[in-house]
């Protein structure tokens, strides 16, 4: 559905999109990560025709956005990270406004109906924007992009400034639209990204440091695996016995538990399963073991990994 291949965009001396390529499926909900001054905006603004690029091309349902830009722009709506609100108008005139704007061929007042019935912002439909509270305001920006039904959805941080009602509200709209329109939804907060996305691809100084579907990102940041043991017997001989069995890596006791029970954090050589051997070491040593449980990275842990591990390249490769 969406396919950008090699884009480069320079400003001056600052190259704010660094040959970066990936794919959005039809269907799928993607997480766009990074931090500050990533380059996440600049690519989504030239992917939606607001900034032309350096050089790559961006293609919507195989439309190239510089070539074609009416007719890829028909794919796509787009909620920009300060929606494009007029403060003056009623909530109807605006989207009235838009429909007009887009050229849409729905039927008018069936149509905004519908999408208000959609957004849940019917009980406002009369009343002017700028009365609007931030979450309201919000769910009138995505009212706008979903005027002639797209089959591309972009959010730019859409959930920024709204109380933690509003967010969760937002996020299970956004979930919803994801049944039936491709997402991109570009955001710097973890856990939103975590609730509804199902592949996410991060940036950082304009480069492409990771693509990888949500539940594979842990595997493919740290393929080594974690796990906390708790294993009655004698702590010392426990310990040298961990250390022995084959695919771990390192062991470290994270002390009594229990009246009888020693706690140990495992961490296994990568792509390793090391729970097997360790079950059969500890049944020939007689050594009960009470507990077992895995310990993954949080969402946090991966970005500042990938973010950190993008900096030291970069740094390396302004020595060489």
Not at 81 to 109: Q, S, W
Not at 190 to 214: M, W, Y
């Amino acid at each position: 559905m969406i396919e950008i291949k090699n884009l480069c965009k320079v400003f001056g001396d600052k190259r704010a999109v660094d040959d970066v390529s990936f794919r959005v499926e039809e269907g799928e909900i993607m997480g766009f990560l990074g931090p500050n001054g990533a380059g996440k905006s600049t690519t989504l603004n030239i992917l939606t025709g607001y900034l032309s690029a350096t050089s790559g091309t961006c293609l919507v349902d195989g439309l190239d956005i510089l070539e074609q830009p009416l007719e890829a722009k028909r794919n796509i709506g787009f909620l920009p990270e300060m929606p494009p609100l007029y403060t003056d108008m009623t909530v109807r005139e605006y989207l009235n406004f838009i429909y007009d704007l887009k050229g849409c061929a729905f039927p008018r007042e069936q149509h905004i109906r519908e999408i208000c019935d959609v957004v849940k912002i019917g009980d406002v439909y009369g009343r002017l924007i700028g009365n609007l509270s931030k979450g309201y305001r919000q769910r009138v920006g995505i009212a706008q992009a979903l005027i002639g039904n797209p089959r591309v959805l972009i959010f730019d941080e859409p959930t920024v400034g709204l109380d933690p009602k509003q967010i969760i509200d937002i996020r299970n709209l956004i979930r919803m639209l994801g049944k039936e329109h491709t997402i991109i939804l570009s955001t710097h907060i973890l856990p939103e990204v975590q609730a509804v996305c199902d592949r996410i691809v991060v940036i950082n100084k304009g480069k492409l440091v990771a693509n990888e579907k949500t539940e594979d990102l842990v595997t493919a940041v740290d393929g080594s695996r974690k796990m906390v043991a708790k294993i009655v017997g004698p702590q010392e001989d426990v310990l040298k016995a961990l250390r022995a069995v084959a695919g771990i890596r390192s062991v470290d006791v994270l002390g009594k538990r229990d009246t009888d029970s020693v706690s140990y954090l495992i961490e296994s050589e990568e792509r390793v399963d090391a729970r097997k051997p360790l079950f059969y070491m500890l049944s020939t040593k007689g050594w009960p073991l009470v507990g077992l449980e895995g310990v993954e990275l949080s969402l946090e842990d991966i970005f500042i990994r990938l973010v950190g591990e993008s900096r030291r390249k970069s740094r390396k490769g302004g020595e060489g």
